[in-house]
């Protein structure tokens, strides 16, 4: 079917074409998977989506009309996944799927996954071992389009023996830390909830135990790089780390209980433009509510896999202030 005699812009006239196309394709399945029904057994060799690259998969493969349900497990991004999910051949198709992840390259996750559209922590800073458990839900239009303002994401994630290398955004703290720390930052285990909801990734609150300072984070990132995070920085640590020489070998230091003594940041903007400010009671009723945000997804997460890890805060730098407390607080 041509329609470029109706368009004035050659462009338009093209994009016209390839989604009248596109419809077909997908009508075409759809009529076809109808018909499908009945249990394969799969031993896939090789298989890519875009970046994502595996092998090995051995599972099965059940067709019920227009359902496509995959079970199996698979090696990839030089570790082992265990996947269950559902494709619908509908007019718009979706996906569901859960995804058990064991021992895999946090670098390689992150690079294959596209670094989930945002480019604050990519692929470049981060390295470690990391083990998750993620929920998807996946959706496109009647022309087969990606509807990124529809994905769901919901990870239980833990990465075990890494570093943060070159995070620029922390750089700004040189003025609290030496800068060598902070572009090789060494951590024994960083584990959080992740969500990804209305075209953006929220970060709950979580603890970061490094060799340059510890501190808690929270905040949420767009798809278009705007940016909002709220960090609490255990300020004796890292005052008593600045009469030190620096040692980028250094271990994770403990949790200490300063909370008098401890700094609140506010960091907010784009990627290219930001603005930091200190924010005590702001940065606290951010930690109290992403924690209620923490408990819902932990719940989700608990009703895709039957239990997920529970990730707190370490007590020894918990700030023990009450939502009421706070606010009653920034009023005075």
Not at 16 to 24: A, E, V
Request: glycine share 6%; net charge neutral; hydrophobic share 35%.
């Amino acid at each position: 079917m041509k329609l470029t005699y109706i368009a004035k812009d050659q462009q338009q006239a093209d994009t016209l074409t390839i989604d009248s196309l596109q419809t077909k394709q997908i009508h075409k399945r759809q009529r076809f998977t109808q018909f499908l029904k009945g249990t394969f057994d799969a031993n896939i060799q090789h298989f890519n989506y875009n970046l994502i690259d595996g092998n090995d998969f051995k599972g099965t493969l059940e067709f019920n009309n227009n359902e496509l349900n995959i079970k199996g497990d698979t090696k990839a991004m030089n570790g082992s996944f265990n996947l269950d999910g559902k494709m619908y051949f509908e007019n718009a198709p979706r996906l569901t799927a859960n995804l058990i992840c064991n021992n895999l390259n946090a670098s390689e996750f992150f690079r294959q996954t596209e670094n989930f559209g945002q480019d604050i922590i990519t692929n470049n800073n981060v390295i470690g071992n990391l083990d998750s458990k993620i929920a998807i839900f996946a959706y496109w239009d009647t022309t087969g389009n990606f509807q990124y303002d529809k994905l769901r994401v919901l990870a239980d994630m833990r990465i075990r023996d890494g570093a943060l290398k070159d995070f620029k955004m922390l750089e700004s703290f040189s003025t609290y830390v030496k800068v060598q720390d902070l572009r090789d930052i060494h951590f024994a285990e960083l584990e959080n909830y992740l969500e990804i909801a209305n075209g953006k990734i929220y970060i709950p609150t979580m603890f970061i135990q490094s060799n340059a300072m510890n501190m808690t984070v929270s905040g949420e990132h767009t798809f278009d790089n705007n940016m909002n995070y709220n960090i609490k920085v255990n300020a004796g640590q890292v005052l008593a780390n600045r009469l030190k020489s620096f040692d980028s070998n250094m271990k994770p230091q403990k949790a200490q209980k300063n909370g008098w003594f401890n700094l609140y940041f506010n960091i907010a903007g784009t990627v290219e433009e930001y603005k930091i400010k200190m924010a005590k009671s702001e940065v606290q009723k951010d930690f109290l509510f992403s924690g209620r945000r923490k408990d819902i997804v932990k719940k989700a997460l608990e009703r895709e896999f039957a239990s997920v890890r529970n990730i707190e805060e370490p007590t020894e730098v918990k700030d023990a202030n009450t939502l009421d407390e706070i606010q009653g607080n920034s009023k005075q």
